[in-house]
C-alpha cells in the first residue's frame, strides 16, 4: 500500500486505514469505468480518499478530474486541499465559478454573447488591417522602382485597407467590452503563469484579472483546457446546456471526464431545479406587444396561439383561486392545483377549449421561427451599436415555452403546474414589461407596478431526477458520489439512473465514547399535537435541560422555522439566536459560534442544517425536534406518485415505495445531516439528541407505521440510548462529566 502511485496526491501524513481501503477501491472502480457511491462519515477523509486515485488515473489515462459540490464552504474547502496537493505534487487546477459573480461591466448572459461577438470581430479585423498594413510597406518599395506588377499588387491591398478601416471604424462604433478586448489584444502569459502558480479563488482571480483590465472570466474558459483538476458548482454539470459549453472549454468529451460530486445526497433536488421551466404571465404579455409591431405573415398566427394560451393560464388561476385565497397571495409563488388524474391538465384544457385557427402545431412552428429571427435581428442590432442593450426576444421564450407544454405536460414524471404572486414595490420578476406591470390580461404595458395585482406563472416540473441525470453518469468515464447520508444506497441508483455502482460505506472513525445518541421517549411531535399545550411545556422543559447540561453551545433544529421561532420564545436557557427571515445566516452563525451558552433555533430545511461545520466549541449538543416531515404540498405528493409508479413493485406497495422515496428516506437525510454538525474531529466530542417518541425502540412495537427508527442505517440504530425525557439531563451531565467537559463545577440539576 506505500508504494501506491496515488498517494503522491496524498498531501499529509499516512492515511487513515479505512482512507487506505477506499482509495484502492475507487482506484479500481475509476479503472473499470464505475461510478461508485461513497457514503463516509464527517472525519473520514472523503475529498481525499476519492480525489488521490482519480488525480493518478486522470493523469495516467489522460482525463480530467471535475470535484463539484453545491456548498460553497466545500468549494472552498476543496480549493485548500488542492492548494496542499499542489506544493509537493505538480497540479494544474482552477476554481470555477458562474460568469455573473466575476463580471466587471455586469451584464447578463445574452448581452455578454454578443459584446464577446463583436470584440472578437473587431480584433480580427484590426489584424487582417494590421497584416494588409504591413504587406503594402513591403510593396511600396518595389513600386518606388517602377515595377508595374508590384504596383498593381499594391493598389489591391490599399483598397483591401479601405475597406478594413471603414469595418474597424464601424465595430469601434459598435458595443465592444474593453476587458475582453484586453484578453484579445494585451500579453496573457502573466496572468497563467500567476493562476498556476497556486490554486486561486474566484475572488482572487476577478481582483487580479480587474487590475490588469482582463475578463477572468473569459480568460479561465479559454485557458482551462487540460488542466488536472476544476472545481465548480453542480450547474456546470446538471444543467445541459451549460455541461455542453463546460466540457468544451475544458477540451474534453464526457468520456474522458471523472466526476466527484460531494454532498451527493442533494443531487436529486438540484437536477429537479435544473430541468424545471417556467413562464410567468407577463412574459406573455410582453410577447403580444412585441407581435403587434412586426410585419411578417407570421406574426398574426403567432400572436393568436400565443393569446390562446394567455388567456388560459389566467382562466386556470382564476377558477382555482377562490375570493378569499386570492386576498392572500403575497409576493412568494403559490402553487394552484390545475392536474388531473383522469385527463390533461386544467391549463391545457383550457387552451384546447378556447382555441380557433387553422391547427395550433402549425402556428406554434410559425411562432417560434419568427422569435428565432427577431432574436437574432436584436443581436445584430446590439453588437453594431445600434441599441445599449442586447434586447430579449419575448416571443421566442413564450413559444417555445407553450411548444413544451402542450408536448411534455401529460407525460409520466412531469408535472404541470400553476403558480400565482402578487406585485410588490421594486419587484425584479419577468412580471415587469418596460418598466411597468402587466398582470391583466391585455396585451398593452400600462399598469403602475406598485398596484399590487395578482399574476400567474406556468411550471414543467420533473419529478424523476434521473431524467437529467441517467445521460450525464452513462456519457462520464465515472463518477465519485459522496456524502454522509448515502444510504440506501438502492434508493440513490434508482432517483439518478445509476447503472450498477460500486459502493462502499465508512461510518465513525471516532473514539465511541466521546460521542453520545439519545432518542427521548417524549411526545410524538405529529402536526396535530404541535399547538398542544402540554406537548408545548414538555418540549419546552427537555430544551432547557439540554440547554443548561450543555458545556458549551446548542444546536436546534426544527421541522420549520415557524416551530424554531415558537420554541425561541419559549426557551429561556442560554443565549438565544433565531434564524429568520432578513438575517445573515453567515453572520447569526458567527455571533453564535462566538458565544459560550449559546442556543440556536432553526429549521432542519434551511442552510444551517448540513454542509456546515460546528467544529468543537461551536456546538456540543445538537438536538432533533420532532420528524421533520417536509410540508406535504401538491408538489411534493406528485414527486410521491411518480416514485410509486416508477420504484413500486409486487413486494413493496406502490404507496410504501412512494412514500420511502419522496418523504420518508430524504427526511431521514436530513435529520442524519443535522446530527452530524457535532464531533467533526478525533478530539472533539459532544451528544446527539432525537427528541420525538417516533425515533425510539418502543414505537417500533407500539406503533409501527409511525416509527422511523428502521429508517436509519443499523450501526446508527445500535448507538441509539433510548431515555425518559426527565432523565436526559442527567445522560447528558454523565456523559459530560466523564468527558471533565464542565469548565469548573457541573451545573445543578433540581
Given at each position: 500500500?506505500?508504494?501506491?502511485?496515488?498517494?503522491?496526491?496524498?498531501?499529509?501524513?499516512?492515511?487513515?486505514?479505512?482512507?487506505?481501503?477506499?482509495?484502492?477501491?475507487?482506484?479500481?472502480?475509476?479503472?473499470?469505468?464505475?461510478?461508485?457511491?461513497?457514503?463516509?462519515?464527517?472525519?473520514?477523509?472523503?475529498?481525499?480518499?476519492?480525489?488521490?486515485?482519480?488525480?493518478?488515473?486522470?493523469?495516467?489515462?489522460?482525463?480530467?478530474?471535475?470535484?463539484?459540490?453545491?456548498?460553497?464552504?466545500?468549494?472552498?474547502?476543496?480549493?485548500?486541499?488542492?492548494?496542499?496537493?499542489?506544493?509537493?505534487?505538480?497540479?494544474?487546477?482552477?476554481?470555477?465559478?458562474?460568469?455573473?459573480?466575476?463580471?466587471?461591466?455586469?451584464?447578463?448572459?445574452?448581452?455578454?454573447?454578443?459584446?464577446?461577438?463583436?470584440?472578437?470581430?473587431?480584433?480580427?479585423?484590426?489584424?487582417?488591417?494590421?497584416?494588409?498594413?504591413?504587406?503594402?510597406?513591403?510593396?511600396?518599395?518595389?513600386?518606388?522602382?517602377?515595377?508595374?506588377?508590384?504596383?498593381?499588387?499594391?493598389?489591391?491591398?490599399?483598397?483591401?485597407?479601405?475597406?478594413?478601416?471603414?469595418?474597424?471604424?464601424?465595430?469601434?462604433?459598435?458595443?465592444?467590452?474593453?476587458?475582453?478586448?484586453?484578453?484579445?489584444?494585451?500579453?496573457?502569459?502573466?496572468?497563467?503563469?500567476?493562476?498556476?502558480?497556486?490554486?486561486?479563488?474566484?475572488?482572487?482571480?476577478?481582483?487580479?484579472?480587474?487590475?490588469?483590465?482582463?475578463?477572468?472570466?473569459?480568460?479561465?474558459?479559454?485557458?482551462?483546457?487540460?488542466?488536472?483538476?476544476?472545481?465548480?458548482?453542480?450547474?456546470?454539470?446538471?444543467?445541459?446546456?451549460?455541461?455542453?459549453?463546460?466540457?468544451?472549454?475544458?477540451?474534453?468529451?464526457?468520456?474522458?471526464?471523472?466526476?466527484?460530486?460531494?454532498?451527493?445526497?442533494?443531487?436529486?433536488?438540484?437536477?429537479?431545479?435544473?430541468?424545471?421551466?417556467?413562464?410567468?404571465?407577463?412574459?406573455?404579455?410582453?410577447?403580444?406587444?412585441?407581435?403587434?409591431?412586426?410585419?411578417?405573415?407570421?406574426?398574426?398566427?403567432?400572436?393568436?396561439?400565443?393569446?390562446?394560451?394567455?388567456?388560459?393560464?389566467?382562466?386556470?388561476?382564476?377558477?382555482?383561486?377562490?375570493?378569499?385565497?386570492?386576498?392572500?397571495?403575497?409576493?412568494?409563488?403559490?402553487?394552484?392545483?390545475?392536474?388531473?388524474?383522469?385527463?390533461?391538465?386544467?391549463?391545457?384544457?383550457?387552451?384546447?377549449?378556447?382555441?380557433?385557427?387553422?391547427?395550433?402545431?402549425?402556428?406554434?412552428?410559425?411562432?417560434?421561427?419568427?422569435?428565432?429571427?427577431?432574436?437574432?435581428?436584436?443581436?445584430?442590432?446590439?453588437?453594431?451599436?445600434?441599441?445599449?442593450?442586447?434586447?430579449?426576444?419575448?416571443?421566442?421564450?413564450?413559444?417555445?415555452?407553450?411548444?413544451?407544454?402542450?408536448?411534455?405536460?401529460?407525460?409520466?414524471?412531469?408535472?404541470?403546474?400553476?403558480?400565482?404572486?402578487?406585485?410588490?414595490?421594486?419587484?425584479?420578476?419577468?412580471?415587469?414589461?418596460?418598466?411597468?406591470?402587466?398582470?391583466?390580461?391585455?396585451?398593452?404595458?400600462?399598469?403602475?407596478?406598485?398596484?399590487?395585482?395578482?399574476?400567474?406563472?406556468?411550471?414543467?416540473?420533473?419529478?424523476?431526477?434521473?431524467?437529467?441525470?441517467?445521460?450525464?453518469?452513462?456519457?462520464?468515464?465515472?463518477?465519485?458520489?459522496?456524502?454522509?447520508?448515502?444510504?440506501?444506497?438502492?434508493?440513490?441508483?434508482?432517483?439518478?439512473?445509476?447503472?450498477?455502482?460500486?459502493?462502499?460505506?465508512?461510518?465513525?472513525?471516532?473514539?465511541?465514547?466521546?460521542?453520545?445518541?439519545?432518542?427521548?421517549?417524549?411526545?410524538?411531535?405529529?402536526?396535530?399535537?404541535?399547538?398542544?399545550?402540554?406537548?408545548?411545556?414538555?418540549?419546552?422543559?427537555?430544551?432547557?435541560?439540554?440547554?443548561?447540561?450543555?458545556?458549551?453551545?446548542?444546536?436546534?433544529?426544527?421541522?420549520?422555522?415557524?416551530?424554531?421561532?415558537?420554541?425561541?420564545?419559549?426557551v429561556t436557557a442560554g443565549t438565544r439566536y433565531l434564524d429568520e427571515a432578513g438575517t445573515s445566516a453567515r453572520e447569526l452563525r458567527e455571533s453564535f459560534t462566538d458565544d459560550e451558552n449559546g442556543v440556536l433555533f432553526t429549521s432542519l430545511w434551511g442552510t444551517l442544517g448540513e454542509g456546515v461545520s460546528y467544529d468543537g466549541d461551536d456546538a456540543r449538543t445538537v438536538v432533533v425536534v420532532g420528524v421533520p416531515y417536509p410540508h406535504l404540498d401538491d408538489r411534493t405528493n406528485a414527486v410521491q406518485d411518480a416514485y410509486e409508479a416508477a420504484f413500486g413493485d409486487g413486494e413493496t406497495s406502490q404507496e410504501d415505495a412512494g412514500w420511502r422515496y419522496a418523504v420518508e428516506i430524504p427526511t431521514v437525510r436530513k435529520t442524519r445531516q443535522a446530527l452530524g454538525r457535532v464531533v467533526r474531529s478525533p478530539e472533539d466530542f459532544g451528544a446527539r439528541i432525537l427528541l420525538d417518541a417516533r425515533y425510539t425502540e418502543r414505537a417500533t412495537i407500539e406503533m409501527p407505521e409511525y416509527a422511523v427508527r428502521g429508517a436509519f442505517p443499523a450501526e446508527e440504530r445500535a448507538e441509539m440510548v433510548d431515555i425518559d425525557p426527565e432523565k436526559l439531563r442527567y445522560g447528558l451531565l454523565n456523559f459530560y462529566r466523564e468527558l471533565d467537559a464542565y469548565d469548573g463545577d457541573p451545573p445543578q440539576l433540581v
Open positions: 500500500m506505500s508504494g501506491a502511485a496515488y498517494l503522491r496526491y496524498f498531501p499529509y501524513d499516512e492515511p487513515y486505514s479505512h482512507q487506505q481501503e477506499a482509495m484502492r477501491r475507487i482506484e479500481t472502480a475509476l479503472t473499470d469505468g464505475a461510478d461508485i457511491l461513497f457514503e463516509g462519515a464527517t472525519g473520514t477523509g472523503k475529498t481525499l480518499a476519492a480525489l488521490a486515485p482519480a488525480l493518478e488515473h486522470a493523469r495516467d489515462t489522460d482525463k480530467t478530474v471535475v470535484i463539484t459540490t453545491n456548498v460553497h464552504q466545500q468549494m472552498r474547502q476543496f480549493r485548500r486541499e488542492a492548494s496542499a496537493i499542489a506544493d509537493s505534487e505538480e497540479l494544474r487546477a482552477v476554481v470555477f465559478r458562474g460568469k455573473s459573480s466575476m463580471c466587471h461591466i455586469d451584464v447578463g448572459y445574452e448581452e455578454c454573447q454578443a459584446l464577446r461577438e463583436t470584440t472578437r470581430e473587431l480584433v480580427d479585423t484590426e489584424q487582417e488591417l494590421a497584416e494588409l498594413e504591413s504587406e503594402q510597406a513591403a510593396l511600396l518599395d518595389g513600386t518606388e522602382a517602377g515595377d508595374t506588377a508590384t504596383a498593381d499588387a499594391r493598389a489591391t491591398v490599399m483598397d483591401g485597407i479601405e475597406e478594413l478601416t471603414e469595418q474597424v471604424t464601424d465595430l469601434e462604433e459598435q458595443s465592444t467590452c474593453g476587458y475582453y478586448y484586453r484578453n484579445l489584444t494585451a500579453d496573457t502569459s502573466g496572468f497563467f503563469q500567476w493562476l498556476y502558480a497556486d490554486v486561486r479563488t474566484p475572488e482572487e482571480i476577478y481582483e487580479y484579472a480587474g487590475e490588469r483590465g482582463f475578463c477572468g472570466y473569459e480568460l479561465l474558459k479559454e485557458g482551462v483546457e487540460g488542466v488536472d483538476l476544476v472545481v465548480c458548482n453542480y450547474h456546470h454539470l446538471l444543467d445541459p446546456v451549460i455541461r455542453e459549453q463546460f466540457f468544451r472549454w475544458l477540451g474534453r468529451d464526457p468520456e474522458d471526464v471523472i466526476a466527484v460530486f460531494d454532498e451527493a445526497h442533494n443531487i436529486e433536488s438540484a437536477a429537479r431545479d435544473h430541468a424545471r421551466r417556467t413562464l410567468a404571465e407577463p412574459t406573455f404579455a410582453r410577447a403580444l406587444d412585441e407581435l403587434d409591431g412586426v410585419d411578417d405573415a407570421r406574426a398574426e398566427s403567432a400572436f393568436n396561439v400565443l393569446e390562446t394560451f394567455h388567456g388560459a393560464l389566467q382562466q386556470a388561476y382564476e377558477t382555482t383561486l377562490g375570493p378569499g385565497e386570492r386576498a392572500t397571495v403575497d409576493e412568494n409563488w403559490t402553487d394552484l392545483g390545475i392536474d388531473n388524474n383522469d385527463r390533461r391538465d386544467a391549463l391545457t384544457l383550457a387552451f384546447l377549449r378556447a382555441y380557433t385557427g387553422p391547427g395550433y402545431e402549425t402556428e406554434l412552428e410559425q411562432a417560434v421561427e419568427l422569435g428565432r429571427e427577431l432574436d437574432s435581428r436584436y443581436e445584430r442590432a446590439y453588437k453594431r451599436g445600434e441599441t445599449s442593450t442586447r434586447r430579449e426576444c419575448p416571443t421566442l421564450s413564450a413559444a417555445e415555452f407553450v411548444a413544451d407544454w402542450l408536448t411534455e405536460s401529460a407525460d409520466g414524471g412531469t408535472y404541470p403546474v400553476v403558480s400565482v404572486r402578487r406585485e410588490q414595490r421594486g419587484d425584479t420578476d419577468d412580471g415587469r414589461a418596460d418598466g411597468k406591470l402587466v398582470a391583466d390580461g391585455a396585451h398593452t404595458a400600462d399598469r403602475h407596478p406598485d398596484t399590487g395585482d395578482v399574476y400567474g406563472r406556468a411550471e414543467l416540473y420533473t419529478c424523476i431526477p434521473s431524467r437529467v441525470t441517467a445521460s450525464l453518469f452513462d456519457e462520464l468515464h465515472a463518477s465519485v458520489l459522496m456524502s454522509a447520508t448515502l444510504r440506501p444506497f438502492a434508493v440513490t441508483e434508482d432517483v439518478l439512473g445509476l447503472d450498477d455502482p460500486e459502493t462502499m460505506t465508512y461510518g465513525p472513525q471516532f473514539p465511541k465514547d466521546r460521542r453520545r445518541t439519545y432518542a427521548v421517549d417524549g411526545p410524538a411531535l405529529f402536526a396535530s399535537k404541535r399547538d398542544d399545550r402540554q406537548v408545548q411545556q414538555s418540549i419546552t422543559q427537555t430544551l432547557e435541560d439540554v440547554v443548561r447540561s450543555t458545556p458549551g453551545n446548542t444546536l436546534a433544529f426544527f421541522p420549520s422555522y415557524s416551530e424554531a421561532a415558537r420554541y425561541h420564545e419559549r
